[in-house]
């Protein structure tokens, strides 16, 4: 839409289609959320996601698939089914792995759902995938399959969770989304080395979320990125496991040491006696290694009460918890404790994080195949547009 939310304004993946190519939209969110949507629908606000799913339904695009749709009934839960709707303009939608597999040539319009989605109708973080799901790259392979035709595919894939996991100050978890994303660009690429005089594979994000750097002022030069090898959970698991805990427990009743068992299973922090941790500092100050590595994941007394602070704020239901600014600053309205977790973990890998939010940090893009050249250099972010729509001769 324009800036005023009054007029449409073309899509990219309008011109594609007149063209007689094939189109994709693949995500690792909900197909109705804000990048996915913008390739197919129109609408005022992101949040329009009834409107965006009937838009899905009538597009006439060919292949959707990643997560589901927030809303599929509206906003109160009152509408006809969007899945329906979607099913009678055509499309065949998949939702278990073998399903998923059997998908193609003859399918016809697909929407192929990840069998297992969050609260938020996406993916989970890629550190918690399980077995039978359907990965962003096997999503991105079987688009190539599905839309392959002599005029050619336009295909959009989104590793949407990166970001998520950056809002979340989350390292591990969103290195993990980023790695999995990595494999779709294989995909992508593979795809490339056998049709190079006729494919362009551009690689970009939107912005910057949560500042994270290398270089955090507690390790002064070093960096230690071995330590992230122990996170074995997102700290989504983690606000899950919480969940469970407060059912049970009252901000009164409830104990630290309940939640420090499982702390070090998820990311591997471990809390050691005062007086161990004292004498085990004393050991490696004096050049003992052994010593040095029984801390490298051992929480301090300052780390410790930064924790137990944040658990604290965390055993209080939402409204009941700190909500000044400093609170923000500490947990930008996230869980405080798996917050507090994630960053302990990072900043003793060396990580920092600025803010929970997106900066103004440039972003790369990068481009390989029909027209890589007008990719070089500095450009408004709106001109990737005009540059993808001339390499395809639109």
């Known amino acids: 839409m324009d800036p005023k939310g009054e007029r449409k304004l073309p899509i990219i993946t ?23 949507a913008a390739f197919y629908a129109h609408a005022a606000g992101r949040s329009v996601y009834y409107g965006i799913a009937l838009q899905l339904a009538s ?9 589901g749709l ?22 065949a939608i998949t939702r278990t792995r073998d399903e998923f597999l059997k998908l193609n040539a003859a399918s016809g319009k697909v929407l192929a759902i990840n069998p297992v989605l969050d609260d938020e109708m996406a993916l989970p973080h890629e550190i918690d995938r399980k077995e039978g799901e359907i990965t962003l790259a096997e999503f991105t392979r079987k688009g190539v399959e599905l839309l392959a035709n002599p005029k050619g595919f336009f295909m959009m894939v989104e590793g949407g969770k990166i970001d998520w996991a950056c809002h979340a100050n989350d390292a591990v978890t969103a290195i993990r ?41 507690g390790t002064k030069y070093e960096t230690f990125f071995p330590k992230l090898r122990y996170q074995k959970a997102s700290y989504l698991a983690f606000m899950t496991f919480l969940g469970e805990y407060r059912k049970t427990h009252s901000p009164d009743t409830a104990r630290f040491e309940d939640v420090a068992e499982t702390i070090t299973e998820m990311f591997g922090l471990r809390f050691l006696p005062e007086k161990r941790f004292a004498a085990l500092e004393a050991k490696a100050r004096g050049g003992d290694a052994a010593a040095a590595r029984e801390l490298e994941l051992a929480v301090g ?16 239901a939402p409204r009941e918890r700190s909500h000044d600014e400093d609170a923000y600053i500490l947990y930008g309205g996230y869980d405080p404790l798996a917050i507090c977790v994630t960053r302990t973990l990072d900043r ?6 600025t803010s929970f939010a997106h ?15 007008t990719f070089n250099g500095y450009y ?13 001769g639109l």
Do not use: C
Request: hydrophobic share 40%; charged share 25%; aromatic share 8%.
């Open 301 to 316: 007394p300052l780390e410790l009460a930064r924790l137990r602070a944040a658990f604290a704020q965390s055993m209080k």
């Open 70 to 91: 927030k809303e599929p009934r509206g906003e109160k839960g009152d509408r006809p089914d969007a899945y329906d709707r979607i099913a009678k303009a055509g499309y």
């Open 359 to 373: 900066t103004g940090v440039p972003v790369p893009v990068s481009a390989i195949g029909v027209g890589q050249e």
């Open 177 to 217: 989304d980023t790695i999995a994303f990595d494999d779709a660009v294989r995909v992508a690429l593979d795809f490339y080395k056998k049709h190079q005089d006729e494919t362009l594979v551009v690689v970009l994000a939107d912005h910057e979320t949560g500042g994270m750097s290398i270089g955090f002022a």
């Open 348 to 353: 003793k890998a060396g990580i920092g994080w």
């Open 14 to 36: 309008r011109f594609a289609k007149a063209s007689g190519r094939k189109i994709g939209i693949v995500t690792s969110v909900s197909i109705d959320h804000a990048t996915p």
């Open 59 to 67: 597009s006439g695009f060919d292949y959707f698939a990643g997560g």
């Open 380 to 392: 408004d972010n709106t001109d990737v547009h005009a540059k993808m729509k001339a390499a395809m």
